[in-house]
Every structure is written in structure tokens, then in C-alpha cells.
């Protein structure tokens, strides 16, 4: 990012064209407006990452003292990707769902659950409450795996102390990143890594998980593509990145992405799906009530003028192909998060998605 003496060397046309892109980008990342994206810019002599940095400490200290007083971790603190708290520590919100009593037994229960959501962890207002909104839903459809986007360091914390049934894996430490749930019962981690972007703007990558489930190969990923409709060209060769990954997994695994994608229909139709992968909304045939995962018409955290329906949240699945291989195919989609909380907001911005798979 150019700095100020850079920037006043410039035409001034070309100077406040500059600037007024990196408002744009800045009020889109941490969800804010152009006023505030202009005061931590001028005030980090208009460098992006020094604002960003310093927009997310102040964020992230008063979520902590304000939404989570009882959490003993400070955000400052580093933490492995993988850690886990002692159970004896843990409140387990996930493990005494009245909703689990009328359901089969897990070990006879071949169907693999997924939940997919971006909770918007950069809205700070009634955070604590919004993410025990997130925890309700995993007592209610006790998923396998949880693709989140938009955790910040104390969402993590919050949920670490209340779903100890799962393990939690983050696709970063600091700002805001994505981050993969699996129920310790019945996914078991091998390895993870997290693969960047080369020229994203907006600190995104892709966070992939090899895994076993019910003694089959899974490849797990999540990510959450650039932002904005002037980002298509980033988002697009973000897109081909999940794409390879996904075409060059070998023929015994299965692969599932799922995510904040950003994407609009023509994009991926530029970059075009390969023949062994397929989108499970439209192959569930593109039930309308699933479409819209951001919907400013129903959902109104955002509170903005406009009307805004887009199918920003997308799964894509691309079964082993192996022979004698289990095939894992989608039987089931349905969109999360449509009741309000008592804080009359809802858990996100965007709904979340529920998908399960049956082994053919």
C-alpha cells in the first residue's frame, strides 16, 4: 500500500481515487462505514494493514469485555491451531440437546452433517448473544463439520469454552479468519494447513482438513472469497485455486468446500466447475427456499435501504471415484438462522447452510 508521501506525489484526482477505493475496501472488510474506514485510514497514513490492525484490536477488546466477561483468555494470547481445553473446563452446550434424544444412535447413523455459515464476527453488537444463538444450532443438528467464516479471536474463545465436543481448527490467529468444527466422535483429523492467496486484498486463504469419517477419506476445505463486485477478478482466481485443489485430490477421497464464496453465477461460469465436481444446491435441484444465503429483504442486521438477495454461500462436492470406494452424495439442504434472537438481531448477516450426505 502506497503511504502518504508516496500518495502526495501523485495528481490529486489520482490521490483521492486511492483513497476513496480503500475506504470502499476497508468498510467492507470489517463491515463499517466510509466515515470510520476514513479515520483509521488518515490515521495510519493511509497504509491498509495498519488501519486493519488497528481497527481489530480496539474491535476485538471491547468484545471481550463487553460480550464475554467470563472468558479467562486474553486475544493477545497465541494459540495452536488445534488447540483443545480439558472437558472438565468446558461448559458443553452441544452435548444435552433435547432434539438428540429423537434422533438414531450415532453409531448407526452413516449420514455425514455439515453446517456451513458466516457469523460476521466483525459485528461486534450483541456478540455473546449472537454466538450462543450459533451454539443453539449445533445442539439442534449436532453437525459432523462447521465451516465458519468471519471468526475473530474471541468468537473462537467463546466457543472452545461451550462446544468441547468438538475440535476446532483455524484458518488464522489475528484480524478475522475462517475456521473448521469437527465432532471428535466421528471425524478424526490427520492434517491441516492453510494455503494463501497470492494477491488477495482482504487477508483471505483456504483452510483444508484431511480427515477420516466412518473409515472413508475426506478432504475438507472453507474459505471465504474476496468481497465486492469489483473484486471478481480476485475472486475468480481464488475460485480456480479451490477448484485444482478439489480436481487433483486423489480418486480414494472425497472432497467437500464450503463457504462465504462471494460469487456470482457468470463468475463461475467463467471459471467453470470440472465435470467431477458438483454445486449441491443445484444438484438438489435448486430448491428456491435454499437460494438466497444473503437476503437484505428477511434479514435486517445490516439495517441498509437497499433489497439484496444473493447466493453468496455455496457447497461443492466432489465424491471419490475410486472403485469400491463409499460414494457420499447430498440428500438434504436447508438454510439456518432464521429466527430472530431476544436481542431481535439474528445469529449473522447471513444465513447458514445445512446439507447432509448419505454413503451410495
Not at 258 to 285: F, I, M, Q
Request: net charge negative.
Amino acid at each position: 500500500m502506497a503511504s502518504t508521501s508516496d500518495a502526495d506525489t501523485r495528481p490529486v484526482s489520482n490521490v483521492e481515487e486511492d483513497r476513496s477505493r480503500l475506504c470502499d475496501e476497508f468498510a467492507v472488510i470489517t463491515g463499517t462505514d466510509s466515515a470510520v474506514a476514513q479515520c483509521y485510514l488518515a490515521e495510519n497514513d493511509w497504509e491498509m494493514e495498519r488501519a486493519l490492525n488497528s481497527f481489530f484490536e480496539a474491535d476485538m477488546e471491547k468484545a471481550f469485555d463487553e460480550d464475554f466477561p467470563d472468558s479467562e483468555a486474553s486475544p493477545e494470547k497465541k494459540r495452536h491451531k488445534t488447540e483443545e481445553k480439558p472437558p472438565g473446563e468446558c461448559i458443553d452446550l452441544t452435548g444435552d440437546s433435547p432434539a438428540s434424544t429423537h434422533k438414531p444412535p450415532e453409531e448407526d447413523d452413516n449420514k455425514l452433517s455439515l453446517i456451513s455459515w458466516n457469523v460476521d464476527g466483525l459485528d461486534t453488537d450483541n456478540l455473546g448473544e449472537r454466538a450462543r444463538g450459533l451454539c443453539s444450532y449445533l445442539v439442534l443438528y449436532t453437525p459432523d463439520v462447521v465451516f465458519l467464516q468471519e471468526l475473530i479471536p474471541p468468537y473462537v474463545q467463546y466457543l472452545r469454552k461451550r462446544a468441547v465436543s468438538y475440535l476446532i481448527i483455524e484458518g488464522g490467529e489475528d484480524n478475522y479468519f475462517t475456521g473448521m468444527m469437527l465432532k471428535k466422535s466421528r471425524v478424526k483429523l490427520v492434517e491441516s494447513e492453510i494455503i494463501p492467496y497470492p494477491t488477495t486484498q482482504m487477508m483471505r486463504n483456504l483452510l483444508v482438513a484431511q480427515v477420516t469419517f466412518k473409515g472413508q477419506k475426506l478432504c475438507l476445505m472453507t474459505s471465504h472469497l474476496e468481497s465486492c463486485k469489483g473484486q471478481a477478478g480476485e475472486r475468480m482466481k481464488q475460485l480456480r485455486v479451490v477448484m485444482q485443489r478439489m480436481r487433483e485430490a486423489p480418486d480414494d477421497v472425497t472432497v467437500l468446500f464450503g463457504g462465504d464464496t462471494n460469487l456470482r453465477d457468470t463468475e463461475v461460469a467463467k471459471v467453470g466447475l470440472p465435470p467431477s465436481v458438483c454445486d449441491v444446491w443445484e444438484r438438489l435441484g435448486k430448491q428456491e427456499h435454499c437460494r438466497y444465503t444473503w437476503d437484505t429483504k428477511a434479514n435486517s442486521n445490516k439495517n441498509v435501504p437497499y433489497i439484496s438477495r444473493c447466493r453468496f454461500d455455496r457447497v461443492y462436492l466432489r465424491p471419490a471415484t475410486k472403485d469400491g470406494i463409499p460414494r457420499l452424495d447430498p440428500d438434504h439442504m436447508a438454510l439456518v438462522g432464521l429466527e430472530k434472537l431476544d436481542c431481535k438481531r439474528f445469529t449473522s448477516d447471513h444465513w447458514g447452510i445445512y446439507c447432509s450426505f448419505s454413503a451410495a
